[in-house]
């Protein structure tokens, strides 16, 4: 790969000819001579750029132009805004202490998704979270998390609400005793398939949930087909409208619905148009995760169709937030002045250091995708972390050790993408997914795209 490819990203999507400047994040939207003049700076000189730009322009460009337009890239880059060469290398987990759990809280369901990674639900285990260990692992938090004041929980299962009185239990434990004593601030996240969303469960998420994650996949039909009841029946019609009422209590605020597109939904853009449709403004639509012989897998036959999908939503993102019916979607959500640190651009999500996940049986592992492989066992919340090999393969994981990220455009971005789908589909936590990199890909340019139209609107 060449050293052009690796401090520059330049691509064309919607009549825009966007340049990336990869280190710096700087954008910039240029014209068609600029756009190929960019292409060229770092392997041709001057002299050689003006032959070829004056060969595909004619006297549609001047020596003088050429000139200008050469001019103002140097300028940029002097001002470490175009082939910036800063290195973030190092850069991991300078603070390794933990920072958030993911309780599974239950390790059963009341639905069977016919996608679900975790056996239906029940992790090839099953059972229910005591309030005992959940606050063994409140208590553990507290204790491995160093300095840190701002700690996350997520109430993860299996479905939570089948344990809704320890979910209650901690949260009582948390703010009546944990915060007044450690000082610490716990924010707390619920996932939940809806089915038992009811008057309390909405007054309760509304009063202690920083956040609410409802799963749908968008259309009745669509959704009906993999997220079925316990009867074989579909959920659409018995989730939607308690979805609706728990989203209107939080004022449309602080909730995503999170999706999932398969194989045999590859025009899965019909279904956030639906969720926008029926009043959700919040929304994410995530691949499937899915061994390869899976009639719901994505395969890379799958790309062309789905790279079209996502610069059909990009556009009709742009369109509707024009006629006032604007909506967010999880992986379009760009952030070029206030993004991640440098920390989180290099190592990710934190998975096996700052983020860990419990099991019902109080059991230690990197997250929730790899519950139940016993490599990845870590320990448990009360002899804490016992495999620090395992630990340290984790916080050793970022974007510089991970060949196919260091030269990357997309890496100050992806942050070496998930490290379970990389384990899943390769054998290795460092070792990319290449069709989730490819994905990632093309939703980030999507991204950029839209900031790009909205900034010259």
Same mark, same amino acid.
């Given at each position: 790969?060449?050293?052009?490819?690796?401090?520059?990203?330049?691509?064309?999507?919607?009549?825009?000819?966007?340049?990336?400047?990869?280190?710096?994040?700087?954008?910039?939207?240029?014209?068609?001579?600029?756009?190929?003049?960019?292409?060229?700076?770092?392997?041709?000189?001057?002299?050689?750029?003006?032959?070829?730009?004056?060969?595909?322009?004619?006297?549609?460009?001047?020596?003088?132009?050429?000139?200008?337009?050469?001019?103002?890239?140097?300028?940029?880059?002097?001002?470490?805004?175009?082939?910036?060469?800063?290195?973030?290398?190092?850069?991991?987990?300078?603070?390794?202490?933990?920072?958030?759990?993911?309780?599974?809280?239950?390790?059963?369901?009341?639905?069977?998704?016919?996608?679900?990674?975790?056996?239906?639900?029940?992790?090839?285990?099953?059972?229910?979270?005591?309030?005992?260990?959940?606050?063994?692992?409140? &208590?553990?938090?507290?204790?491995?998390?160093?300095?840190?004041?701002?700690? &996350?929980?997520?109430?993860?299962?299996?479905?939570?609400?089948?344990?809704?009185?320890?979910?209650?239990?901690?949260?009582?434990?948390?703010?009546?005793?944990?915060?007044?004593?450690?000082?610490?601030?716990?924010?707390?996240?619920?996932?939940?398939?809806?089915?038992?969303?009811?008057?309390?469960?909405?007054?309760?998420?509304?009063?202690?949930?920083?956040?609410?994650?409802?799963?749908?996949?968008?259309?009745?039909?669509?959704?009906?087909?993999?997220?079925?009841?316990?009867?074989?029946?579909?959920?659409?019609?018995?989730?939607?409208?308690?979805?609706?009422?728990?989203?209107?209590?939080?004022?449309?605020?602080?909730?995503?619905?999170?999706?999932?597109?398969?194989?045999?939904?590859?025009?899965?853009?019909?279904?956030?148009?639906?969720?926008?449709?029926?009043?959700?403004?919040?929304?994410?639509?995530?691949?499937?995760?899915?061994?390869?012989?899976?009639?719901?897998?994505?395969?890379?036959?799958?790309?062309?169709?789905?790279?079209?999908?996502?610069?059909?939503?990009?556009?009709?993102?742009?369109?509707?937030?024009?006629?006032?019916?604007?909506?967010?979607?999880?992986?379009?959500?760009?952030?070029?002045?206030?993004?991640?640190?440098?920390?989180?651009?290099?190592?990710g999500c934190g998975v096996?250091?700052?983020?860990?996940?419990?099991?019902?049986?109080?059991?230690?592992?990197?997250?929730?995708?790899?519950?139940?492989?016993?490599?990845?066992?870590?320990? &448990?919340?009360?002899?804490?972390?016992?495999?620090?090999?395992?630990?340290?393969?984790?916080?050793?994981?970022?974007i510089y050790t991970t060949?196919?990220?260091?030269?990357?455009?997309?890496?100050?971005?992806?942050?070496?993408?998930?490290?379970?789908?990389?384990?899943?589909?390769?054998?290795?936590?460092?070792?990319?997914?290449?069709?989730?990199c490819e994905l990632f890909?093309?939703?980030?340019?999507?991204?950029?795209?839209?900031?790009?139209?909205?900034?010259?609107?």
């Amino acid at each position: 790969m060449s050293h052009l490819q690796k401090r520059v990203h330049c691509y064309k999507l919607a009549d825009y000819n966007i340049v990336l400047d990869i280190e710096s994040g700087s954008i910039h939207s240029v014209d068609d001579v600029a756009f190929d003049m960019i292409g060229m700076y770092e392997s041709e000189n001057l002299e050689l750029i003006k032959q070829k730009i004056k060969q595909k322009y004619g006297r549609g460009i001047s020596d003088s132009e050429i000139s200008e337009i050469f001019n103002d890239i140097e300028e940029l880059k002097s001002n470490g805004k175009l082939f910036s060469s800063n290195s973030f290398e190092g850069a991991g987990f300078s603070d390794s202490s933990l920072k958030a759990l993911c309780l599974n809280v239950a390790h059963i369901c009341n639905m069977k998704c016919g996608y679900c990674f975790a056996d239906k639900g029940e992790y090839d285990g099953g059972g229910l979270m005591s309030f005992e260990t959940a606050k063994g692992a409140i &208590d553990f938090l507290v204790t491995n998390s160093g300095s840190r004041k701002n700690l &996350d929980v997520d109430f993860f299962g299996g479905e939570p609400l089948l344990n809704f009185e320890t979910v209650k239990a901690v949260v009582k434990y948390v703010r009546e005793s944990v915060e007044p004593e450690s000082g610490k601030s716990f924010r707390f996240t619920l996932t939940t398939n809806g089915l038992l969303i009811d008057d309390e469960v909405i007054e309760f998420t509304r009063r202690e949930m920083h956040n609410v994650v409802l799963s749908l996949d968008g259309r009745a039909e669509v959704n009906d087909a993999t997220r079925k009841l316990l009867d074989g029946s579909g959920s659409y019609s018995a989730v939607v409208p308690k979805f609706k009422e728990l989203v209107n209590a939080r004022n449309s605020r602080g909730y995503y619905i999170r999706g999932t597109f398969t194989a045999k939904n590859l025009d899965f853009v019909k279904d956030i148009l639906h969720l926008a449709d029926i009043g959700f403004s919040e929304l994410s639509m995530e691949p499937v995760v899915a061994k390869h012989d899976s009639p719901y897998a994505l395969h890379e036959s799958d790309l062309a169709k789905i790279f079209e999908q996502y610069e059909l939503l990009a556009n009709e993102m742009i369109k509707r937030k024009k006629q006032g019916r604007e909506f967010s979607f999880y992986h379009y959500m760009l952030d070029l002045e206030k993004g991640p640190c440098v920390h989180k651009r290099v190592a990710g999500c934190g998975v096996g250091a700052e983020y860990l996940c419990v099991t019902p049986a109080g059991e230690l592992y990197p997250c929730h995708q790899f519950v139940g492989d016993s490599q990845f066992l870590l320990g &448990d919340v009360w002899a804490g972390l016992t495999d620090k090999k395992c630990g340290d393969s984790f916080k050793e994981n970022n974007i510089y050790t991970t060949p196919e990220c260091r030269d990357c455009w997309a890496r100050m971005y992806c942050s070496g993408g998930c490290a379970a789908n990389n384990y899943n589909s390769t054998g290795s936590i460092n070792i990319v997914y290449q069709l989730g990199c490819e994905l990632f890909k093309k939703r980030l340019e999507c991204a950029i795209m839209i900031k790009v139209a909205e900034a010259l609107v």
